[in-house]
């Protein structure tokens, strides 16, 4: 595919992600087209990284107009407005029908078919995994905030629901995001993209232990754990304070000048060596000062 084609494809696709919601815009589409590629890296058979690289840009420009009501399928419209778009910058077929191969077999859904070419595996996953780690937690939360907005009313709590009684026990809480996170990381096609998901899970299930030891009781056992782990790690400059360091946090040790006549520091008291015949402390401190004042 030509290497003029990532270009192409982000030129086009920025003008879509205008009115796109922060889970979905051009920074979405960036993070997967990064992702990707490195997945890319890892594999062992050939990628076309332009090709790669353009269906990133491209697989969530419908995203607006989905939220909106205009479109009830975003992947298969955005498959078929990309392929528009390419066809009127006078792209060669074979490489639209790619496109829009990538684009249509990038969603979770169970009505989206199973992607055939590596390089719709790899933006698959690379889709997937940005609602991984601290990133996807934050994307997650944003969706709750999008679906909560065109509901017109409350879709899930960013908590553990329970912990304010049973009127609210019902309501979908931050367990959500974990089954989302999960179903997304057992459907990776990919064994870069299912390396890459454990490492970020590991992430994601400290994020999730944390939450819930916030919404312990005090003296539970999980909220214990949850506290020895926050306190696994303490920064060196907190320990420093707690031993009772001179050294301020972010600061070195001042280091006194030394006079260049007889090598003591001025006013800096009793030399070490005034017992094995070490000038005088009033000497010492008359020769500094004559050094300061050359």
């Excluded at 498959?79 to 496109?99: F, H, K, Q, W």
């Excluded at 009781?217 to 782990?229: C, L, Q, T, V």
């Amino acid at each position: 595919m030509s290497a003029g084609l990532p270009a192409l494809a982000r030129e086009l696709s920025l003008p879509c992600y205008d009115d796109a919601l922060p889970a979905h815009d051009e920074f979405h589409a960036n993070r997967v087209r990064t992702v990707a590629l490195r997945l890319a890296d890892d594999c062992e058979e050939n990628v076309d990284r332009n090709t790669l690289s353009a269906v990133a840009w491209l697989h969530d420009v419908g995203r607006p107009q989905e939220r909106s009501g205009a479109i009830d399928d975003h992947d298969r419209w955005d498959a078929d407005e990309s392929g528009n778009l390419l066809e009127a910058e006078a792209v060669p077929t074979d490489d639209i029908e790619t496109v829009e191969h990538c684009i249509r077999t990038h969603s979770i859904r169970s009505s989206s078919p199973e992607p055939e070419m590596l390089e719709a595996k790899l933006l698959f996953d690379g889709d997937k995994l940005d609602a991984t780690g601290a990133v996807g937690i934050v994307r997650l939360a944003c969706i709750v905030g999008e679906r909560a907005g065109r509901a017109g009313e409350r879709y899930a709590v960013i908590d553990d629901s329970s912990v304010l009684g049973p009127e609210t026990s019902g309501v979908p809480d931050i367990s959500l995001l974990r089954e989302w996170a999960t179903a997304r990381l057992d459907a990776l096609y990919t064994e870069p993209g299912r390396r890459l998901g454990a490492s970020r899970w590991e992430f994601m299930h400290r994020f999730f232990l944390g939450s819930r030891t916030n919404s312990e009781p005090k003296g539970s056992a999980d909220a214990a754990i949850g506290m020895a782990f926050e306190n696994r790690r303490r920064p060196r400059a907190e320990s420093a304070i707690r031993r009772g360091s001179p050294v301020e946090p972010g600061r070195r040790r001042a280091t006194r000048r030394r006079c260049p006549r007889t090598g003591f520091s001025p006013g800096r008291g009793r030399s070490p060596d005034h017992s094995a015949g070490a000038p005088p402390l009033r000497s010492v401190r008359r020769a500094g000062q004559r050094c300061r004042r050359r």
